[in-house]
């Protein structure tokens, strides 16, 4: 069944072609459950395994095994599904930002 949502943004008349509509209760959890999918197929069929894999909402921070592999993993990533893009941040001086934290590697390698 297709449905088309149609909303007002600054006296302009938008329909909503793709996607859960905005403002709906169950769009939220529909979405959730559709990334965790997408995150299992990306984790699955991956060229190169992350070590490990954190997601919150939209922002996402893995570790891959392997270095200078992150353009092979971020390809494979917008392949899955081509309404949806990942973009990369890559570690600087041995520190990674996700969300309100920073995480640092320290020569110990802890």
């Not at 999918?37 to 395994?49: D, G, N």
């Amino acid at each position: 069944m297709f449905e088309m949502y149609i909303f007002c943004l600054q006296w302009r008349v938008y329909l909503q072609i793709q996607g859960a509509g905005m403002g709906s209760p169950v769009s939220p959890t529909i979405c959730t459950l559709y990334i965790e999918h997408l995150e299992f197929e990306v984790i699955r069929t991956a060229p190169h395994q992350p070590v490990w894999w954190h997601r919150y909402v939209d922002v996402t921070r893995a570790k891959l095994k392997k270095k200078n592999t992150h353009n092979t993993f971020t390809d494979h990533l917008n392949t899955l599904d081509l309404d949806i893009k990942f973009t990369t941040e890559g570690e600087e001086e041995k520190a990674l930002a996700f969300l309100d934290t920073l995480t640092v590697m320290e020569d110990d390698g802890s």
